[in-house]
């Protein structure tokens, strides 16, 4: 059973329904508050969405400092799975272990509804079990979730397949409709998208769960690869 | 000197001496202010306690009643739900994102701090109309705060209503209600008790937000040069800051740490001293100098009056200090002792810890020795409303329709995964769930409404529909209403005709809740509101609690299905058309003509029991129930919300646009077993017609294309705010 | 050891699309206020930095603006020892 540490800044808020979504899909989880230095016994890690820091300076900015941050980004090293949702995805992208960064959403506002996203890889360790041009339907939550790369990074990105989700109608400005990234090795991705808020039908979309399993069965493809 | 004073913090001559007589002897002026604080009509309700006492407050499930900081519900399965509703709208005048964002840290610390953790905020919010460009302004600044507080904090906002009219131009109404969840035995009160105890201040730094104007106290003497640069302070609200202080105050009372817990809001420290000392029956001495500060030279006054947010005080043993202080830190939250139970009976405010006393008032005066004013009441003259004249309906109902989507966009109202029935509906549902709580399978559905229109044609009927509108919107969520708070919005009470109506509105929700059987848990009164000199209209907004004891299914919301029947259900026949938005915006009526439609209380009752019923049972594919707008509304928001059009029959014009109370409209696919529940229950019901197709009609009044009402409907803000 | 204050500003890189000074640029027209370009929004950060020079005290700070109160991807950072 894969044990699926969820990451607790100060300010963070969503660690709860995530680590309710990934145990409704069999992992077990433990909340990891900010100051510990090491992740052992956890077989993957899950920055979750909120507002560490109350998103000061700017979402991410003091987060990526923090004493588990560079125990994250060890542990991805290894080929460690590491999931960053929305505020996670931030904090991935200002500690350098994801390109490119987010910025105010084009329209300027606060923006919370759903959206449909489409699968493009299954290379990553949050989309093995989907399939490609598979469209999901996913809630966004988020005023910072313009992503924006410089040119050769963007090239990167596409020529190393490594763009995982693209929104079909882009709500914030994102360049190339980009939803979420990952790394070369694959098993460190970024989205902002909330996959923990499609998780239960009474609450209107399962479409997160596939993601979610996902996530949770790349814990063996990283120790086998 | 000392007189001007008095004059100069809003007290009357007569207030004045009665603090006097209070003390024994003339009040020193930190005296003074604090008492100018305590006894303002925001702190003291000094307008209207003689007439709320007036609403029922007691029931079988009612924990906390009015008088705490939140009311609180047995919930079932072990858990309370508190919750309460206040205003802002002086603040948000001034600044609107500041206002509003204050105004959200304000609610949700009255609910933390009764030990229930805030799982849902929502807002009721009123603006001048907003082809003003300072009605746009506040009515944007007032959205963003809202969001760019609550989202920060972590608490979605899951509801509220918007609406515009030029009573509210220079005075907007910001309402914001806050609902938290906890095991029953968390329940927290703010008491000091236990002669001996600390009093510790935990929370952001105290500095000058909030007093302004008050250049003699701040020049600290008599005869010194007002300073320029102690300008009012606008409160600026820290969400991170608030965060931080939710989980600590969380785990001190999940811990047993604190003896009483109370939450700074308005007048600062010395309310929250006070009301601590004199709920305690027992006495504080407080240290000025151990208020951690973040400005320089402070004097008494300024750090006694401050209203610095996201502050709360906890009341602790000495034992538990250490362990307090421990949980602060771990939380990043600063805190400070300054003060100490004692036996006196006496509240003492000294510089330092055994230093010189600036101010002694007896606890008890500052709280119990409110002023009680009966205010002379004048009713207004009844107007007429008058011929109106029934043109082109089309037209007439593509004007009603307004997306309120733009607003809550901007909300996180997903938050918690326990939004069942997301903002846009009549009710919002929430799964009751929350860590530590026990498991549950009840779910709450809460509705806020307000019609001034009603209200101001008559504040009695007018606020009694409003509660029954509020039951039966939770009804249509399936769920069972059990309890409701309220914040009263007023023009001036020294205006007697205000007076009257803050009086009559008073009864008129007692009148619907004693019918109803809903017990008033808690409210909050905003009264000087006050636009160009002209009172606002009367604005009582409600908020109703509902219950649904267990969550089967999501509920089927306002929405149509091809091929359906449609029914009326409820009242049949008022065809009345005072107090409707038609009249008034559309049919040439008269401002604030009546008679209104008549509200049958003991009717709303078996139709909001049928409702809740009929939907829990699952017998129903889609309800409305029909309020502002009348029916051609209610029809044309189910078919925007499911691009899903209608043919119905009416009796005739006037039908479409009566807003008479107690009616739904039902959506089902087996209108024989809606029929026959309808008749059990003893409420009248008929068949209107279909939904299906790809147009709006009401056979011979009524044609609109479903595409074109939707473009209207979803285009009226964005298009009003230039977006 | 003496203390310098210094004046931190960030600015977006060019190129980097600046929705806020595009808004606030739009709006000034119809406020009254023309013949107005360029419009862009940055933050400035002023603090107070212990050191025994003017140059340490900049070389200090450029340090801190670069690791922290900018982000390089988008945002280039300027020091300015105020006299």
Request: charged share 20%; aromatic share 4%.
């Amino acid at each position: 059973m894969t044990h699926v540490g969820v990451v607790v800044y100060p300010g963070t808020n969503c660690e709860h329904d995530v680590a309710e979504a990934l145990e409704s899909v069999g992992a077990t989880c433990e909340l990891v508050w900010h100051t510990r230095t090491g992740l052992g016994g956890c077989d993957a890690v899950v920055l979750p969405g909120g507002f560490a820091h109350g998103d000061y300076l700017r979402p991410g900015a003091i987060a990526r400092f923090s004493p588990v941050t560079a125990a994250v980004a060890a542990f991805a090293r290894d080929g460690g799975p590491v999931l960053g949702i929305c505020n996670g995805f931030q904090v991935l992208t200002e500690a350098g272990l994801l390109p490119g960064a987010l910025q105010k959403n084009r329209g300027l506002a606060f923006l919370c509804t759903t959206v449909d996203v489409r699968v493009e890889t299954t290379r990553s360790a949050l989309t093995g079990e989907a399939a490609c041009g598979q469209v999901l339907r996913i809630p966004i939550n988020h005023f910072e979730g313009n992503y924006t790369c410089g040119v050769e990074t963007l090239a990167e990105l596409r020529d190393g397949d490594r763009i995982v989700l693209r929104y079909t109608d882009n709500p914030n400005g994102s360049v190339d409709d980009i939803a979420g990234i990952c790394n070369e090795a694959g098993n460190v991705v970024g989205l902002m998208p909330h996959p923990e808020r499609a998780s239960d039908a009474l609450l209107g979309s399962v479409d997160g769960l596939v993601l979610l399993r996902s996530f949770v069965g790349a814990k063996q493809l990283a120790r086998s690869g | 000197m000392v007189e001007t004073l008095h004059r100069a913090l809003g007290l009357t001559d007569a207030e004045a001496d009665a603090i006097d007589a209070v003390l024994g002897r003339p009040a020193n002026p930190l005296e003074t202010a604090m008492f100018s604080v305590m006894w303002s009509e925001h702190c003291s309700y000094k307008s209207s306690r003689l007439h709320l006492r007036r609403l029922p407050t007691e029931a079988p499930w009612v924990l906390v009643g009015p008088g705490e900081g939140a009311g609180v519900i047995d919930a079932g399965d072990g858990i309370a739900v508190a919750m309460r509703i206040e205003s802002h709208n002086h603040p948000s005048a001034v600044e609107p994102y500041q206002g509003a964002a204050t105004g959200v840290g304000g609610i949700i610390r009255d609910v933390f701090t009764m030990g229930a953790r805030p799982i849902a905020l929502m807002d009721s919010l009123r603006f001048g109309p907003l082809d003003e460009a300072r009605s746009r302004w506040l009515f944007e600044g007032v959205v963003h705060g809202i969001a760019g507080y609550g989202n920060a904090v972590g608490v979605p906002t899951v509801g509220g209503e918007t609406s515009f009219d030029a009573c509210y131009a220079g005075n907007p109404l910001v309402n914001v209600f806050c609902l938290g969840v906890m095991p029953v035995s968390r329940i927290a009160l703010a008491r000091a008790s236990g002669t001996g105890n600390l009093a510790v201040l935990v929370g952001a730094s105290t500095g000058r937000d909030g007093i302004g104007g008050v250049s003699v106290l701040a020049s600290a003497g008599f005869g010194a040069e007002a300073d320029d640069t102690k300008r009012p302070s606008v409160q600026v609200g820290d969400p991170f800051e608030e965060k931080r202080l939710i989980e600590a105050c969380l785990e001190l009372l999940d811990s047993g740490l604190v003896v009483g817990v109370q939450d700074l809001g308005g007048a600062g420290i010395t309310c929250a001293v006070s009301e601590t000392a004199a709920k305690g029956g027992a006495g504080m001495d407080v240290w000025v100098s151990e208020v951690h500060q973040r400005e320089p030279g402070m004097t008494a006054a300024e750090v006694m009056t401050s209203e610095s947010q996201e502050r709360v005080l906890v009341i602790v043993t000495p034992a538990d200090l250490d362990a307090v202080r421990a949980v602060c830190e771990r939380w990043e939250v600063r805190a400070s002792v300054i003060g100490a139970v004692t036996g006196t009976g006496r509240l003492r405010v000294l510089d330092a810890p055994g230093g010189t006393v600036l101010a002694d008032v007896p606890a008890a005066a500052l709280e119990d020795g409110k002023p009680l004013y009966d205010r002379p009441q004048r009713a207004a003259a009844p107007v007429e409303l008058g011929p109106v004249v029934f043109d082109d309906a089309g037209t007439d109902l593509l004007a009603l329709l307004a997306d309120p989507s733009w607003v809550y966009r901007q909300y996180d109202h997903q938050l918690f995964l326990n939004t069942v029935t997301p903002p846009g509906g009549d009710a919002a549902v929430l799964r009751l769930k929350a860590p530590g709580l026990p498991p549950s399978r009840r779910a709450l559905a809460v509705s806020t409404d307000g019609n001034a229109r009603w209200c101001a044609v008559d504040p009695r009927a007018g606020a009694a529909m409003t509660v029954a509108e509020s039951c039966l919107n939770v009804a249509c969520a399936g769920a069972r209403p059990v309890a409701l708070v309220n914040c009263l919005n007023f023009g001036n009470p020294e205006h007697p005709r205000v007076m009257w109506e803050l009086s009559s509105a008073i009864d008129g929700i007692a009148d619907a809740c004693g019918a109803l059987g809903i017990p008033v848990i808690g409210g909050n009164v905003s009264l000087y509101n006050e636009s160009a000199g002209d009172d606002i209209d009367p604005t009582p907004i409600v908020a109703v609690l509902g219950l649904i004891d267990a969550l089967e299914r999501r509920p089927p919301g306002v929405g149509l299905v091809d091929g359906a029947a449609l029914l009326l259900v409820g009242g049949q026949g008022d065809l009345a058309l005072g107090g409707s938005r038609w009249a008034v915006e559309r049919g040439g009526g008269a401002r604030r003509g009546g008679p209104l439609p008549a509200l049958d209380l003991a009717l709303h009752a078996r139709v909001v029991e049928l409702v809740a019923g009929i939907v829990a049972d699952g017998l129903v594919l889609g309800v409305h129930d029909v309020a502002e707008g009348g029916l051609a509304v209610a029809l044309a928001e189910m078919a925007v919300a499911s691009s899903v059009g209608f043919r119905v029959v009416v009796g005739g014009a006037a039908e479409l646009w009566t807003e008479a109370p107690s009616r739904a409209v039902v959506c089902t696919a087996d209108p024989a077993a809606v029929e026959a529940r309808a008749r059990e229950a003893g409420v009248p019901v008929r068949v209107l017609g279909r939904a299906g197709g790809d147009r709006l009609v009401v056979d011979g009044l009524l044609d609109v294309e479903a595409g074109e009402a939707e473009a209207a409907f979803r285009g009226a803000i964005p298009a009003a705010v230039g977006a | 050891m003496s203390g310098f204050d210094v004046l931190v500003e960030v600015r977006l890189r060019p190129g980097i699309a600046d929705p806020q000074g595009a808004t606030i640029e739009r709006a000034l027209p119809a406020l009254g206020f023309g013949g107005i370009s360029g419009v862009s929004v940055g933050k400035a950060f002023r603090l107070r930095v212990e050191a025994a020079t003017e140059d340490e005290a900049r070389t200090r700070a450029d340090d801190l603006a670069h690791r922290l109160l900018s982000n390089p991807v988008i945002e280039d950072a300027t020091t300015t020892v105020l006299a």
